[in-house]
């Protein structure tokens, strides 16, 4: 497998398991962190609200990387339904889909020893953290997501329940889709037009098809919203373009995995 390491992540692979890390999360001890990039490796539990065939092997696998990372063995998994809806988990817990709030793309807390789990396969996935606040995220944004603006909600939601100043909060982007390969029919381009009419130069049109750069919205989205530009930290990997590595829909099609994004804080 070929080393997926750069100046903003570090891949790690082992025998059982490959995984990146962010560079700058792991200035962080208290902040334990992966995405998984395997494709040997499956972590869905759950399609249209049921269980899914694989769902005691995606057990085993949320198992694998929780040990990797010497993480506890409280985890949750978001819905994922490309919402804009954003869960607060106050109490410690375990459960492989969050039972109170259908359609949870995104996960909060400041708790110790709780793993918040998202899934995804070419999806973005955004990993939070306010060192100051010691308040994590995890946040799913397809693109659907990405018009609804979650991360900026993710963020929205950290200031009301944690005090947490935008200026503070680390962001890593996990890999996805990107420009290159996410292309699109003229419905979805005509939302983008509607909704982003300033970042019409993150669009390029290929005829029949539009490339859109919703890494690079969700980026200025951020800025606006009050992030340092350092503190949004790019893993700058392409899912199709890394399809021998990684999980990715739009090369798998309908036999598709989920790759997994964790993050759990450790206060002392």
């Keep these: ?32 962190h992966a995405f998984t990039v395997d494709r040997r490796l499956d972590f869905r539990t759950h399609r249209n609200n049921k269980p899914h065939a694989n769902y005691n092997q995606a ?19 978001a819905n994922l339904e490309h919402s804009n809806n954003i869960a607060i988990i106050k109490k410690i817990t375990t459960n492989v889909k969050y039972p109170d709030l259908e359609g949870a793309d995104g996960l909060i807390t400041n708790l110790n020893h709780q793993s918040l789990i998202t899934t995804s396969a070419d999806c973005i996935i955004f990993l939070l953290y306010d060192p100051i606040k010691k308040v994590i995220a995890n946040v799913h944004s397809g693109w659907k997501g990405t018009l609804k603006k979650i991360v900026i909600n ?8 944690y005090d947490c100043q935008p200026q503070d909060i680390i962001c890593c982007i996990c890999p ?7 292309e699109v029919d003229k419905d979805v381009y005509e939302l983008y037009k509607n909704i ?45 373009c890394h399809q021998k590595e990684i999980n990715s829909c739009r090369a798998d099609k309908s036999q598709f995995r989920l790759n997994a994004a964790v993050i759990e804080l450790e206060v002392i």
């Design 1 to 32: 497998m070929a080393d997926l390491s750069n100046l903003n992540i570090i891949h790690h692979q082992e025998a059982d398991i490959s995984y990146i890390q962010f560079r700058k999360l792991l200035q962080y001890p208290e902040v334990k």
């Design 154 to 161: 993710a963020i929205s939601q950290m200031q009301k329940e």
């Design 196 to 240: 982003f009419p300033e970042y019409q130069d993150t669009i390029i049109e290929r005829q029949p098809k539009w490339h859109i750069d919703t890494v690079e919205i969700n980026k200025r989205l951020l800025i606006a919203k009050g992030l340092k530009e350092n503190n949004i930290i790019d893993s700058q990997i392409c899912t199709v």
């Design 176 to 182: 996805s889709i990107r420009q290159c390969h996410f």
């Design 59 to 77: 057990l085993k696998n949320i198992e694998l990387i929780q040990e990797k990372l010497g993480c506890s063995h409280n985890y949750i998994k």
